[in-house]
């Protein structure tokens, strides 16, 4: 399942299987590229959760605007540099954390691939990156239809 537009940023879900919750994999397609692009058990629920509820905190927390800082600027050493909003650590078992900025009218998505060693930033008009994760299905909304070799997933509203 695909949410977003891939051709921009999207968000690819998988569910492979059911342990003590929906378990599969999850990525965010930038470019032409699956990030983190590792994991076929990577617990679902706990991903879209902290998705959701990192980003509704972020917006209470009405963070001011980063502004143009070069990203080699921002400061990660301790933890969420100052404007930033953490995403997701959830992945970090694959190497991947990300965190959003605003820069005026563009959102500054910034994520890491090797535990915080390097960093890299997208950016896309405002509001893209809270639409794209609003727009995700709860887990427990997920519907995993295996017919022999194959697996069907489908949303139920």
Known sequence: ??????Y?????IEQIDIFCSP?????FI???SLLPGKGVTTDLYMVISELKESLEKGINRNLKCIGNIPLCELDFSHGEPDGLMLLSSELSDHGFVCWLGFDGNEDRFIYSLDNE???HEERYPVGTIEKLIKDLPLSENLV???TGAFINIEVRL
């Open 117 to 119: 060693k390097t960093f």
């Open 8 to 12: 921009t940023i999207a968000i690819h």
């Open 144 to 146: 995993m239809k295996k």
């Open 23 to 27: 378990s599969g994999m999850f990525n």
């Open 30 to 32: 930038i470019g032409d």
């Open 1 to 6: 399942m695909i949410i977003g537009d891939p």
